[in-house]
């Protein structure tokens, strides 16, 4: 697995493929729940979600952060948008497939995507 999680505790692995439509922040205020109940969470961007690793981007996420969710982006996707140089979010994490393949795998870890 990867440094930010150990394998085989129990973890929240949430997925956000979507950007900035605001319907969608349902699924990143569930993620600040998670983590107001005790839930280990981390949340992963993938494809247009890597939009909101750009700081400021949505305030869900700002308290998702500062409750202590965990914040990691795909290095491909943030190619893809143009945003492999471009300042994120403090404590972003940002990783391949491979890494996120490890936590999927982990029978520890339950997996939300959306």
Same mark, same amino acid.
């Not at 493929?17 to 699924?27: E, I, K, L, N, Y």
């Not at 992963?44 to 890597?50: C, N, P, R, S």
């Given at each position: 697995m990867s440094e930010i999680w150990e394998s085989g505790t129990p973890r929240l692995l949430l997925i956000e493929? =979507? $950007?900035?439509?605001? =319907?969608?922040? $349902?699924?990143r205020r569930d993620a600040v729940t998670q983590v107001l109940t005790g839930q280990s969470? !981390?949340?992963?961007?993938? #494809? &247009?979600?890597?939009?909101l690793a750009?700081?400021? *981007?949505? *305030?869900? !996420? &700002?308290?998702? #952060?500062?409750?202590g $969710?965990? !914040?990691? %982006? &795909?290095?491909? *996707?943030? %190619? =893809?948008?143009?945003? &492999? $140089? %471009?300042?994120?979010r403090p404590d972003t994490h940002v990783v391949g497939m491979d890494v996120v393949a490890g936590w999927i795998l982990d029978p520890a870890v339950r997996v939300v995507w959306h």
């Open positions: 493929s =979507q $950007g900035r439509v605001p =319907q969608d922040a $349902g699924f969470a !981390l949340l992963f961007l993938v #494809q &247009d979600g890597v939009v750009v700081p400021g *981007s949505d *305030s869900d !996420l &700002d308290r998702f #952060q500062k409750e $969710g965990v !914040l990691a %982006a &795909d290095s491909f *996707s943030l %190619a =893809q948008h143009g945003l &492999d $140089g %471009a300042a994120l």
